[in-house]
């Protein structure tokens, strides 16, 4: 009779394992610039649901999540807010070339507080005497480097330089300094405004005064991705139909035609290098 139960138990933990009651959890592990992460969060959410696949998502500025990545050799996934940090993460051999696709674009542009108190309508603007500006750290966070770059092509950084208060650590740290008044204008993109519609309005630059478009790529990595086809399903999930609704749910554009509307002849792509005199903000 004991040898009977003894079978029975056996028996029980062999289905049990087959039917993955007991089987370990499959995750993957993306390394991710703030710039997606309300849509990536969902994204991740619904991936899990439909696959039984769990994402991990750490979240950061673009730079410091590159820093990340490279100094643990661990992690499935890159995605940060803008091709600079993936033509970087290319050079150095973190991820697999071959496995880019871009997921979303974003335009540069002002945001200011809902209602546009100070009137705020374009670049010249934000050099007004008085005027508190904060952008991203230009040297590990996307949207504060394309804040300067859009300074800079308009022969306005110097000028507006002495306006900015702080460099946030994120895109989301950036938003969330206006979102709760502590300045009156962020160079960022336009999607913060769907972030936080009630706090967040966006005020687009003219289209002549956008160097460049930006977009959030996603690539495997090279030699460390513990679960490559779970990372490429997540891509795949991320660049379908349904990943694209998820996004354009929180305002980003899924299509380059749709982003060439605001800027037709601003660069797609590429990278963008800080100005050799160019010094971060010292806080004093």
């Known amino acids: 009779m004991k040898k009977f139960g003894v079978c029975i138990l056996a028996l029980l933990i062999s289905f049990f394992l087959?039917?993955?009651?007991?089987?370990?959890?499959?995750?993957?592990?993306?390394?991710?610039?703030?710039?997606?992460?309300?849509p990536m969060e969902e994204a991740a959410k619904v991936f899990e649901r439909k696959t039984?696949?769990?994402?991990?998502?750490?979240?950061?500025g673009s730079g410091a999540v590159l820093s990340q990545l490279k100094l643990s050799r661990r992690g499935d996934l890159f995605i940060p807010g803008s091709p600079d940090y993936m033509t970087k993460a290319i050079k150095e051999g973190l991820v697999d070339p071959k496995t880019v696709k871009i997921i979303a674009y974003l335009i540069p542009a002002i945001n200011v507080r809902k209602g546009n108190p100070l009137k705020i309508k374009g670049l010249a603007?934000?050099?007004r005497p008085g005027l508190r500006v904060a952008i991203g750290n230009p040297e590990s966070v996307c949207v504060g480097l394309y804040g300067v770059e859009v300074l800079e092509k308009n022969g306005l950084l110097k000028a507006v330089e002495k306006n900015i208060v702080t460099h946030a650590s994120s895109c989301a740290a950036t938003a969330s300094l206006l979102a709760m008044e502590k300045v009156d204008a962020i160079?960022?993109?336009?999607?913060?405004?769907?972030?936080?519609?009630?706090?967040?309005?966006?005020?687009?630059?003219?289209?002549?005064?956008?160097?460049?478009?930006?977009?959030?790529?996603?690539a495997i990595t090279s030699d460390f991705a513990s679960d490559r086809a779970g990372a490429q399903a997540f891509i795949n999930f991320l660049t379908s139909s349904e990943g694209r609704a998820i996004?354009?749910?929180?305002?980003?554009?899924?299509?380059?035609?749709a982003a060439r509307k605001f800027a037709p002849r601003a660069k797609i792509g590429g990278e963008y290098v800080l100005p050799a005199d160019y010094r971060p903000f010292s806080g004093k």
């Open 52 to 60: 039984g696949i769990k994402v991990e998502l750490n979240w950061g």
């Open 18 to 38: 087959a039917s993955g009651v007991y089987a370990a959890e499959r995750k993957i592990t993306a390394f991710c610039g703030t710039a997606s992460e309300l």
């Open 187 to 218: 160079m960022g993109w336009d999607v913060f405004s769907g972030w936080n519609p009630d706090k967040i309005e966006t005020v687009f630059l003219k289209p002549d005064e956008v160097p460049r478009l930006a977009y959030i790529p996603a």
């Open 125 to 127: 603007d934000l050099a």
């Open 247 to 257: 996004f354009a749910k929180w305002g980003y554009i899924a299509s380059e035609k």
